[in-house]
């Protein structure tokens, strides 16, 4: 008899791609719902981090840009200005993170069995939208406190949501495959993470950044998202918005399009490295 190897390998096809991806849904929602199980499994407290790490933030960052900087808010209260930031930024920086550790983290199942690994990336995505869903309960709730009403902008939020989301898998995609063969992109990225969130309006309103540099600004994706934010749910925007809107939008596309094509190139290879 002779002998043989039987080589199982993604279709090379971008549209059969997908389809085979659509074919493995069941995968994707059980990777999911194992992932929000066990993500605060064994802590004291729970799924509260969810609610104390924003909240957390939200104040350190009232206290140094509202108190002791004293920056402008615009007649609105800074927490809400803060908290309306914080929700895309721990949405796009939770989707980085675990986007990018998740083929690390699913190595015996990648070297046993073969499926589309973009499934597992995809799968932390309905994750970290748990906590954007508990992160918008809590700002509510600031908003009721401050009796402050949410204009018709916040129609528009679910755009700026998915174009956050488009530039987090970009992102995740790319520092999950390098993380597969250079194992150092785990030490790098919670200090990347740090800088973003220094680097990003969070804690104040890119109109403060100088005239000189706001282009260079809004090269920066979660610029236009956060700013977005801000207009869809406190009706309060940048005199540069659009621009930034744009450049976020095409800077997203980049990392989202560049970061797919990267990870099915080296998708074959995940196996061998892992």
Same mark, same amino acid.
């Given at each position: 008899?002779?002998?043989?190897? &039987? ?9 059969? =791609? ?12 059980? &990777? ?70 998740? $083929? ?31 992160? @918008? ?11 402050? @009403? ?24 790319? $520092? ?5 063969? =250079? ?5 790098? @990225? ?63 596309? $980049? ?20």
């Amino acid at each position: 008899m002779d002998n043989f190897d &039987l080589v199982i390998e993604p279709d090379k096809g971008i549209k059969k =791609y997908w389809s085979e991806i659509w074919r493995y849904r069941e995968l994707l929602y059980f &990777l999911s719902w194992r992932d929000f199980l066990v993500r605060y499994k064994q802590t004291v407290i729970g799924i509260a981090w969810a609610v104390l790490r924003p909240l957390l933030t939200m104040i350190v960052f009232t206290v140094v840009f509202g108190k002791i900087a004293k920056l402008p808010s615009d007649g609105v209260p800074y927490p809400l200005i803060v908290f309306s930031a914080m929700l895309p930024w721990q949405f796009f920086s939770s989707v980085v993170s675990e986007s990018s550790s998740s $083929l690390i983290n699913n190595s015996a199942m990648i070297s046993k069995v073969y499926f589309p690994r973009l499934v597992i990336p995809l799968s932390t995505f309905f994750v970290c939208l748990v906590d954007f869903v508990i992160s @918008l309960g809590i700002l509510l709730f600031l908003m009721i406190w401050y009796f402050y @009403l949410p204009p018709l902008n916040i129609l528009f939020l679910p755009i700026f949501l998915i174009l956050g989301l488009i530039s987090a898998l970009g992102i995740g995609l790319w $520092l999950s495959a390098l993380n597969v063969k =250079y194992r150092d992109f785990r030490y790098v @990225l919670p200090f990347i993470i740090q800088f973003g969130l220094y680097i990003s309006p969070v804690g104040f309103g890119s109109n403060i950044v100088p005239e000189s540099i706001k282009y260079l600004y809004a090269l920066n994706p979660m610029v236009g998202v956060i700013e977005g934010f801000r207009w869809a749910i406190l009706g309060i925007s940048s005199d540069f918005l659009f621009i930034q809107l744009i450049m976020s939008a095409l800077i997203s596309f $980049l990392f989202f399009t560049s970061g797919i094509w990267y990870f099915r190139k080296v998708e074959r290879s995940f196996a061998d490295n892992i």
